[in-house]
C-alpha cells in the first residue's frame, strides 16, 4: 500500500504538469442552500431526509428535491472551500492528510491493508482516482433496474462530471500489448463496459480540474433543498408504528462541528421517508448506532435494540489489487489511467505511468501508518515491527532511479467477503473491517489469469520499448515481494507462485461495498427488511462492485432511486 500512494502521488503530482491550474469557477457561491450545522435550527422538519452527501446521497438529493422539501447531512466540509484543493495536483495531499479536515480518514482492515473513506460533501468523487465507467448491462439486469431509465441516469450523470481523456505514449503502448496479448476487441473510447480493451472516461477535465457529485447539486432546486455540512448524524429515532406492527424511522439526530445537538424529523406524511447514503463503512455503521443490526453484538455496545438483523454488516467485500512495477528506460509520459482490460476471465487491467519516486512523501507516509495504528482498535497483530517494514519499503522507494509505470489488476466481483463489527458508539470512528481478500479460490484463480495477462503485455512488442531486456518479468515480481506494500505476513519460498503473490502483496483499488446489502437488509427498493420509513441507497447495498469502477454506477443509482421515490409521492398524491 505504502508502494501504491507513493505511486500514485509520483503520478498525480506529475500530472499537474499537464494540467496546470486555469482559473475555475468558484461554485460555492452558487449554491446558497449549502450551509454550516452550526447554523441549522435546533429542530426542524423535512419530507425526506438523506443521511451521507456522498457519490450516491448528492444525485439522490438532488433528484429528491424536485419533489419535496429536502434535508441533506454530510459530516465532511465543502470540496469548495478551495477550488485548488481539488485540482488532480491536490489528489495524493488528500488522500494522505491526516488532519481532522482532512477529505480522507484513513483505515486498516483486519487483513492488513491500507484504506481509507472519504469524508467530505461529494464522498469518494472528491478523492477518488477519477476514473469514470459504467456497469455491464448484465449487472444492470441483475441489479433489477429499469435499463431505459439507469441509461437516462447515467447520461444525467455524465453531462456535468464525465470527460475524455488524452491518450499518451505508455498508455497506447499498454492499450496495443493489451490487444497482442488477445484482451479483444479494441472498442476505442466508450462509458460502456464491453469485453475487450477500451478507453474510459475520467472526471478530471483537461486542465486537471476534478468534477464530483457535490456538482450533481447544480440540478437542485435551491428552495426546496437545504445542505449541511459537518452535521455528523449520530444515531436515526423510531417509534413503534401500531397499525405496522414495525419500529418506523421518524428522525435523526446529528451533531454540528461545535458539538451542538440538533434534531431534524420528517413530517408524518405516510411517503416520507429517511435515506442512509452513508457509504460502504459509513451505512452499515449507522443503522447498528441506530439499534439495526445483531442484537447481542449491539447490546455488547449498550444500543437499544430496534430490531435484531444479523445481516448488518455482513457481506463487506473489497476488490483486491494487485500490481507490478515497470521500470522504463525512456522516458515516459505523465498519464492517469485511462485504458482498459476487460478481460473474459475476470479481470481489469489498468495503467499509469510518469512515475518518479523522491523523498519528499517517505516521511509523511511512515507518519499515515503510524497514525492509523494509534487510533483505538488497531488489530493488535499490527505490532511496530510491521510498521518498521512498511517504513523501509518507503524508504526504499524514496529511490530516485525508480520510473516507469505501473500496471495493476483488479479482478470482477469479488466473492471473498466479510463483515464489519462497531468498536466504539461514536459514528465517526473507524468501525473494524475484514474483508478476506482471496477467501474464496475462484478470486484467486482471477487473479493469477489476470497477472498472467499482464504478463503477456509486459512481453509485447507494443510495449516493448518501454521495458529493460535484461530485466526479466521474474525480476518485477522479486522487486515487488522485496517491497512491504501492506502489514500482510509474506510468504517467502524457493518456488514462485502467482497464487501467493496475489495473496502477499494485495493491495485495495477501494472498491470496498456491502454491509447493508439488496435481498439481505434492503429490499429490491431499498427499503430496510423490518422497518418503516427508511432506505439505504448507495454502495453498501451492492453484492459486486459495478463495472470496472464503480463511482459512474454510484452516481447513476442515486439519480435513478431518486426519480422512483418522487414518482412514488406523486402516484400516493392522486389517490
Ligand atoms: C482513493 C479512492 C480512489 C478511488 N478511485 C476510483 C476511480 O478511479 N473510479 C471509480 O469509479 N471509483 C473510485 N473509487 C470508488 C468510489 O469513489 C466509491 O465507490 C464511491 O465514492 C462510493 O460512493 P458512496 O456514495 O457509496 O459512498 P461515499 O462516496 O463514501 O459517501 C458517503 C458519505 O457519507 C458521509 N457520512 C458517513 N457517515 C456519516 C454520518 N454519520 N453522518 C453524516 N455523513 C456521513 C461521508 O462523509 C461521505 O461523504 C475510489 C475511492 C477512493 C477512496
Ligand atoms: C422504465 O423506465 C421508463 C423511463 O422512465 C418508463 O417509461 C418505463 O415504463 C419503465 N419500464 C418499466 C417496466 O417499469
Ligand atoms: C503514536 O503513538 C506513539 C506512542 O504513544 C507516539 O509517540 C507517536 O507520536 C504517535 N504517532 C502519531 C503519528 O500519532
Known amino acids: 500500500m505504502g508502494w501504491f500512494m507513493e505511486h500514485f502521488i509520483r503520478l498525480f503530482l506529475a500530472g499537474s504538469l499537464f494540467f496546470n ?15 454550516e450545522a452550526r447554523v441549522a435550527p435546533p429542530r426542524s422538519t423535512y419530507e425526506y431526509i438523506v443521511i451521507g452527501g456522498g457519490s450516491c446521497g448528492c444525485p439522490l438529493a438532488a433528484t429528491l428535491s424536485q419533489g419535496g422539501k429536502v434535508l441533506l447531512l454530510e459530516r465532511g466540509g465543502s470540496p469548495y472551500r478551495n477550488p485548488e484543493e481539488i485540482n488532480i495536483q491536490k489528489f495524493v495531499h488528500s488522500l494522505a492528510d491526516t488532519s481532522p479536515s482532512s477529505f480522507s480518514q484513513q483505515f486498516i482492515s483486519t487483513d492488513g491493508v491500507l484504506n481509507s473513506r472519504a469524508r467530505v460533501l461529494g464522498g469518494g468523487s472528491v478523492l477518488n482516482a477519477g476514473f469514470y465507467s459504467r456497469a ?57 463496459h464491453l469485453y475487450g480493451t477500451k478507453v474510459g472516461g475520467s472526471i478530471f477535465d483537461k486542465e486537471g480540474h476534478r468534477h464530483t457529485a457535490a456538482d450533481l447539486l447544480e440540478y437542485a432546486d435551491p428552495i426546496k433543498i437545504s445542505v449541511y455540512l459537518h452535521a455528523t448524524v449520530q444515531k436515526i429515532l423510531f417509534r413503534y ?68 438483523q444479523p445481516l448488518v454488516g455482513q457481506g463487506m467485500a473489497d476488490n483486491p489489487m494487485n500490481v507490478l512495477i515497470v521500470p522504463s528506460p525512456l522516458p515516459v509520459e505523465v498519464s492517469l489511467i485511462q485504458t482498459v482490460g476487460i478481460t473474459r476471465s475476470g479481470s481489469f487491467i489498468e ?77 465517526n470512528d473507524n468501525p473494524s473491517v475484514t474483508f478476506n481478500y482471496f477467501k474464496d479460490p475462484e478470486d484467486l484463480r482471477m487473479c493469477v489469469e489476470g497477472m498472467k495477462t499482464i504478463i503477456k503485455v509486459i512481453n509485447s512488442k507494443a510495449f516493448s520499448r518501454f521495458r529493460y531486456h535484461n530485466m526479466p518479468v521474474q525480476a518485477l515480481f522479486d522487486l515487488m515481494l522485496q517491497l512491504s506494500v501492506n502489514l500482510r505476513p509474506k510468504h517467502p519460498s524457493a518456488a514462485f507462485s502467482l497464487e501467493q ?75
Open 351 to 427: 495503467t499509469a505511468s510518469g512515475l518518479g519516486f523522491g523523498h519528499s512523501w517517505t516521511d509523511r507516509l511512515r507518519g499515515i501508518f503510524e497514525f492509523v495504528s494509534n487510533q483505538s482498535g488497531l488489530p493488535p497483530k499490527f505490532l511496530p515491527e510491521a510498521m518498521e517494514s512498511v517504513a523501509d519499503t518507503i524508504r526504499s522507494l524514496a529511490n530516485p532511479i525508480l520510473k516507469g509505470g505501473v500496471i495493476l489488476e483488479k479482478i470482477i466481483g469479488p466473492r471473498s467477503s466479510g463483515h464489519l463489527e462497531l468498536l466504539t458508539n461514536k459514528p
Open 21 to 35: 491550474g486555469l482559473s475555475y469557477s468558484h461554485k460555492a457561491s452558487k449554491y446558497t442552500f449549502i450551509k
Open 241 to 308: 408504528n401500531q397499525e405496522k406492527r414495525k419500529p418506523q424511522a421518524y428522525g435523526v439526530i446529528f451533531e454540528d462541528a461545535l458539538g451542538v445537538i440538533h434534531r431534524a424529523y420528517i413530517g408524518s406524511k405516510m411517503k416520507n421517508e429517511i435515506i442512509v447514503s452513508a457509504g460502504a463503512i459509513g451505512s452499515p455503521q449507522l443503522l447498528m448506532l441506530s439499534g439495526i443490526g445483531p442484537a447481542n453484538h449491539l447490546k455488547s455496545h449498550g444500543i437499544q435494540v430496534v430490531l435484531d
Open 136 to 192: 455491464s448491462y448484465s449487472y444492470i439486469r441483475e441489479s433489477g433496474w429499469n435499463e431505459s431509465l439507469a441509461e437516462s441516469s447515467y447520461k444525467w450523470v455524465e453531462k456535468k462530471v464525465a470527460f475524455e481523456p488524452p491518450m499518451m505514449q505508455w498508455q497506447t503502448a499498454v492499450r496495443d500489448g493489451l490487444l497482442e496479448a488477445g484482451v479483444l476487441p479494441y472498442n476505442g473510447f466508450t462509458f460502456d
Open 501 to 575: 503473490y496475489c495473496i502477499d502483496t494485495v493491495l485495495t483499488i477501494w472498491h470496498y461495498h456491502g454491509g447493508c446489502q439488496q435481498g439481505k437488509v434492503v429490499d429490491h427498493n431499498y427499503n430496510v427488511i423490518g422497518v418503516e420509513a427508511l432506505r439505504v441507497i448507495d454502495g453498501s447495498t451492492f453484492h459486486g462492485s459495478p463495472g470496472t469502477n464503480p463511482q459512474a454506477t454510484v452516481m447513476m443509482l442515486g439519480r435513478y432511486m431518486g426519480q422512483n421515490i418522487i414518482k412514488r409521492r406523486l402516484s400516493q398524491g392522486r389517490k
